[in-house]
């Protein structure tokens, strides 16, 4: 699977979504965030803190606040994918470039970068019975719904074997490169040290 290098090439991958897509881009650009590729995806950082991601899928597709937890949200669009798994992201799912209002998109954006500005994140609550999940993956995991699947066949030890491979690393380009190689793993349902077992 040839690996996106680029928004553009990210936006032509989904033509279906190439409305919603091009407006959210577009919004984007005119804040003080940066535009990136992470997980195969557009990620929109602030001093190298990722604050909001673009996302599409068969059925919709929208944005990803990594610490949309902390977002007022008044208009009750954010949802948590994955309930019980993600205590920080919040998505925004548009089904039709109808729903998709801009000012509103905005408001939303600008309180995001407010808050990251202002240092405010979700804390990580530590878990006894839970594998703890770096943040990294679990933004893999929280903009790819396969992953997330394929990762959750796992037993909790094999899950904790990738957790700690990346969280391990101190340098954030170590870690995103552990994190390439176990999604590449996960996706084809193998353990980081299955070939060790097998031998």
């Not at 990580?124 to 396969?146: F, G, T, W």
């Amino acid at each position: 699977m040839k690996k996106i290098a680029s928004v553009d090439e990210f936006i032509l991958k989904h033509a279906n979504w190439q409305p919603v897509l091009l407006i959210l881009r577009r919004i984007l650009q005119k804040t003080d965030l940066q535009e990136t590729i992470k997980w195969g995806a557009p990620v929109y950082t602030l001093s190298g803190k990722n604050v909001v991601g673009i996302g599409a899928f068969k059925s919709y597709a929208g944005l990803w606040f990594f610490n949309g937890a902390l977002l007022n949200d008044e208009q009750g669009k954010l949802i948590n994918a994955q309930e019980g798994k993600t205590k920080a992201m919040r998505q925004w799912r548009f089904a039709d470039v109808k729903e998709l209002e801009q000012d509103l998109v905005e408001s939303y954006i600008l309180e995001a970068i407010e808050l990251q500005k202002a240092g405010k994140i979700v804390a990580e609550s530590p878990s006894v019975d839970k594998v703890e999940i770096p943040r990294e993956l679990q933004a893999a995991l929280d903009q790819s719904e396969q992953l997330s699947v394929k990762f959750s066949n796992f037993t909790p030890y094999k899950q904790k074997e990738f957790a700690e491979h990346i969280g391990s690393a101190k340098r954030e380009a170590t870690r995103m490169t552990r994190l390439e190689k176990c999604i590449f793993l996960i996706e084809k349902g193998v353990g980081l040290n299955d070939q060790y077992r097998n031998s």
